[in-house]
């Protein structure tokens, strides 16, 4: 079955420290979807990233950046110099249209950046 | 069109009362999903639609659970017989292609049921 871990339930770290969230997916496909999504108190998820399993390419976009190893079967997202608007849940995403059409979430990890 | 707006916000009911919520997608997005999301958790997929065609129902959607998507635009969910653990908030996305592309979510609407 599809399935999605974050291990890290809650993180804390200080104004300008990077962190790093780990999400580790499970497949039964060679074809696949990841995605990254931010949800800040106000609840609405906020897309990210997405990237296809065929694209193992490291991304940044300015103080985010994503690491995609296949050989580990993980999406790892890093966050640089964090700001405490950075506080939120984060999520990672699985989609393997083969099997369903759906978006298996792993179960989030909840980051505060303190002041 | 500035995205995918829910209504209610929030919705309070009592146990055994039927409630329904809204979903407005984004226009040009041929797919709709809705999820239901409790504290501390990640969403869980419920069902979705491809245009006004329900091609997957998850089995959390139990027979009290109905949803519809009459001409491919707006949706709803309705849950009949009201129950506590339905409490949650409950999540639309939408989007366009297969399942290859990424799902935009509405800001949800959070039932309590009393």
């Known amino acids: 079955a599809q399935k999605v871990t974050q291990a890290q339930t809650e993180i804390s770290v200080v104004e300008k420290e990077d962190v790093t969230l780990d999400c580790v997916y499970e497949?039964?496909?060679?074809?696949?979807?990841l995605f990254w999504y931010k949800q800040p108190p106000s609840g609405e998820l906020v897309f990210l990233i997405r990237?296809?399993?065929?694209?193992?390419q490291n991304e940044i976009s300015g103080r985010y950046s994503w690491n995609f190893q296949k050989s580990t079967s993980s999406f790892n997202f890093t966050i640089t110099a964090s700001q405490v608007v950075d506080s939120a849940v984060y999520f990672c995403?699985?989609?393997?249209?083969?099997?369903?059409?759906?978006?298996?979430f792993g179960p989030g990890t909840r980051l505060s950046v303190l002041p | 069109d500035t995205g995918v707006s829910q209504d209610p916000r929030h919705k309070i009911t009592k146990r055994g009362q039927n409630v329904t919520f809204r979903c407005d997608p984004i226009?040009?997005?041929?797919?709709l999903y809705w999820y239901r999301q409790t504290l501390g958790q990640g969403p869980e997929f419920l069902t979705y639609?491809?245009?006004?065609?329900?091609?997957?129902k998850s089995r959390l959607l139990s027979d009290r659970f109905s949803a519809e998507r009459p001409k491919g635009s707006f949706s709803t969910l309705e849950i009949q017989r009201t129950e506590q653990g339905d409490s949650a908030m409950y999540l639309c996305?939408?989007?366009?292609?297969?399942?290859?592309?990424?799902?935009?979510f509405g800001q949800g609407t959070r039932l309590t049921v009393v």
């Open positions: 995403a699985l989609s393997e249209p083969s099997y369903g059409q759906n978006f298996v």
């Open positions: 497949t039964r496909d060679t074809t696949y979807y």
């Open positions: 990237r296809n399993s065929f694209d193992e």
């Open positions: 226009s040009e997005h041929n797919r």
């Open positions: 996305a939408s989007s366009l292609g297969q399942g290859d592309t990424e799902a935009f």
């Open positions: 639609f491809q245009n006004e065609a329900q091609l997957e």
